[in-house]
């Protein structure tokens, strides 16, 4: 069944009048309303505004920060995300811009599954709680380094000094994580991945942690200071004990059949490069058929 009430959630600056058109065009050919999710902060208005419950169904348009963003909106209202990339594809982003007409269609046929996504609760001493989707990130904000102490279910991993951690979920394992020296997470592990950031001395590889484990953050910000991030987002939080837990099911992604899978999508992106000998290999026995 064709969903009824259609919310945006666009990016800042992206051009994408061309597919608000589509989506408007297919909107009205099928009677189906659109308005535009109401965020925090939000400055560029393309539809009336609604609330998420109101909404069927979420629509992304941008990249995968703009996905994030309408992720986190929709969450509390369990509504699903269908991520349009007016850009390049990225993780969260699945469908071209030129293809939304065919992808409303798809969901309108119910040619579709939902994808659970996990997220990380963190919670501090002071009471404040948040949610990652992608990463959850300790920090030093200026010169000096960051004392960190890393426990999992109350035993203690080390203490590292340094830029930071970072703790990942399998999503976010291939964004700062991997450009951290962390693990990717493959599709269908469960866990969080826990990576030091610059780490001075000492050795402290980064860390899987299981769906059902707890991981306890003692920070110890030093002279220059630290901060805290959530998805990239700079938290205005002065905490220094915090505890991470993982939430299997958090926000919800439209699936359909036949996406780019998450790995092919990092070596189309340039993330996974194959070793120089291997390609200069191929392109002699290409050259010689």
Do not use: K
């Not at 501090?124 to 380094?145: H, Y």
């Amino acid at each position: 069944m064709a969903p009824r009430q259609l919310g945006l959630v666009v990016h800042p600056r992206r051009h994408i009048d061309d597919s608000l058109q589509t989506i408007r065009d297919w909107a009205s050919g099928h009677g189906v309303a659109v308005g535009q999710v109401v965020i925090p902060g939000q400055s560029r208005h393309v539809a009336e505004p609604i609330e998420v419950d109101a909404c069927d169904l979420v629509l992304s348009l941008g990249g995968d920060g703009t996905t994030l963003a309408a992720l986190h909106a929709s969450a509390p209202a369990s509504r699903p995300v269908l991520g349009v990339a007016c850009g390049s594809i990225g993780v969260l982003t699945s469908v071209a811009a030129d293809d939304v007409a065919w992808a409303l269609e798809r969901v309108a046929q119910g040619r579709w599954s939902a994808r659970a996504i996990p997220g990380l609760e963190v919670s501090a001493e002071t009471g404040e709680l948040w949610v990652a989707i992608n990463d959850f990130t300790v920090i030093r904000d200026g010169t000096g380094q960051v004392i960190t102490g890393i426990s999992v279910d109350d035993e203690l991993y080390a203490r590292t000094a340094g830029d930071g951690v970072v703790v990942a979920t399998p999503l976010g394992s291939s964004a700062y994580t991997m450009a951290a020296g962390g693990p990717i997470l493959a599709p269908g592990v469960e866990g969080m991945v826990v990576t030091a950031l610059a780490h001075h001395g000492g050795v402290a590889p980064s860390l899987v942690v299981g769906p059902d484990s707890r991981l306890e953050l003692t920070v110890e910000p030093g002279y220059g200071g630290g901060r805290l991030e959530v998805d990239g987002q700079v938290l205005s939080s002065a905490a220094t004990t915090l505890t991470v837990t993982m939430r299997r099911e958090y926000a919800t992604l439209v699936a359909l059949a036949g996406e780019e899978p998450m790995l092919t999508g990092l070596r189309r992106r340039g993330l996974i490069v194959d070793g120089p000998r291997i390609v200069v290999r191929e392109r002699r026995d290409a050259s010689e058929r």
